[in-house]
């Protein structure tokens, strides 16, 4: 496949902002569809081009993140960021629960379980920081992100519901 080719599919799926590591992936699923398609079929690039844009077309058709989001991101990023949030949730639910039932037992449980999260956060901030493995604006970025947002929101009120009814 020629440079200017591949310039061509990059310039494409740069147009559907997905993250580093999808537009990698599927850069790569997209070079190799296209080299197939002109292989087996003998049409030129455009055409295969053309095709692996319509097989793709539903993953990489734009929506929103979610209900609390305005940011439009590709379907199949979505999807992947569902799937690890989902996880994230669960551990919160979880992570409130035992709290709550913790603090049914000790009163203290409450102010010792926050001075240890906090150290915890400050430990991996400080971490990734000094070893440059996040800049403290993607902490920033990342932190009020409307799935996280989501996600905090339904660990509050998990942990509330259990303080109220508990």
């Known amino acids: 496949m020629a440079i200017n080719q591949e310039k061509e599919i990059e310039r494409y799926l740069l147009s559907k902002n997905l993250n580093s590591e999808l537009f990698i992936e599927i850069k790569d699923h ?14 030129s690039f455009q055409e295969a081009f053309q095709q692996a844009k319509l097989s793709w077309k539903k993953e990489l058709n734009m929506v929103k993140a979610d209900l609390l989001s305005f940011k439009k991101i590709a379907r199949i990023e979505k999807s992947v960021l569902q799937k690890r949030f989902k996880t994230i949730t669960f551990c919160a639910v979880a992570f409130s629960l035992l709290i709550a039932l913790l603090m049914y037992n000790d009163a203290n449980v409450f102010r010792y379980s926050q001075i240890s999260l906090l150290g915890i ?6 971490y990734n920081l000094v070893f440059a493995k996040m800049r403290l604006y993607n902490y920033v970025r990342l932190g009020l992100h409307p799935l996280i947002l989501k996600n905090a929101f339904v660990g509050y009120c998990t942990f509330f519901c259990c303080m109220v009814f508990g």
């Open 30 to 43: 997209f070079i190799e569809q296209i080299s197939v398609e002109q292989e087996e079929k003998n049409i």
């Open 121 to 126: 956060m400050g430990v991996l901030l400080g």
